[in-house]
């Protein structure tokens, strides 16, 4: 089975991609991560995307879809897959019907992470972990046991991402909505979009997608 998994920033995305992985055998594909990779194997298309970056240009769809292709071809037939970061344009989903139809593969479902921004605001903006340990907190739904001590290695040296901010936030959430409004309706047409509840709890996220992908 391949998957699209969609949703802004801080939605969930990676998490629940982790669990399809671990209960399914599914692949993530992140073209992030499969860029980084590419080039330190220094493969033909790796050397191309470093030269591009180096250059300080953006890599061109052809790039991106040549390394989805090889990392395709790696898995093999039997591997499912979940694409996460890709596609963001109408010209990308195409270029993904091609890759997948020429290794006799298809999208099966496309799911997108409703949520509420204001709270997703709220749910990113809380972060905090500890230096030390890397133990995560947040500021409303899972404070520290003693004000300012870590629960797990009692140190008090706490950190926050520089882009957990409001401002940042609201601007990726924009973002998002205009890289996936072209491509929703494509796939809406075909009839495998399935909406889910981003907002619940992890356990209850990951039902509600189980049931949307009939995997349960």
């Known amino acids: ?20 992985e671990d209960e399914h055998g599914m692949v993530q594909l992140s073209t992030g991560d499969m860029l980084r990779a590419a080039v330190k194997a220094g493969t033909e298309v790796g050397l ?26 790696e898995l ?23 890759i997948l139809s020429s290794r006799g593969r298809k999208l099966d479902h496309v799911i997108e992470l409703v949520v509420d921004e204001d709270a997703l605001v709220e749910r990113i903006t809380g972060r905090f972990t500890c230096g030390n340990c890397g ?16 629960d797990i290695c009692g140190l008090s040296d706490f950190k926050r991402r520089p882009d957990d901010n409001e401002e940042t936030v609201r601007t990726r959430m924009q973002e998002y909505r205009g890289k996936t409004a072209p491509i929703l309706p494509i796939y809406d047409e075909r009839g495998i979009v399935r ?20 995997l349960s």
């Open 1 to 20: 089975m391949d998957i699209i998994l969609l949703g802004p920033p801080g939605a969930g995305k990676g998490t629940q991609a982790g669990r399809l």
């Open 48 to 73: 191309k995307a470093k030269a591009l970056m180096d250059a300080g240009e953006l890599v061109p769809d052809e790039v991106v879809s040549g390394i989805i292709g090889d990392r395709l071809d």
């Open 76 to 98: 093999g037939p039997d591997k499912g897959v979940i694409f996460d970061g890709y596609p963001r344009t109408a010209a990308q989903a195409a270029s993904l019907d091609e």
């Open 135 to 150: 133990e995560g907190y947040h500021d409303i739904y899972k404070q520290t046991a003693k004000d300012g001590i870590c």
């Open 195 to 214: 909406k889910v509840d981003g907002m619940g709890s992890m356990s209850e996220v990951n039902d509600a997608i189980e049931a949307a992908l009939k």
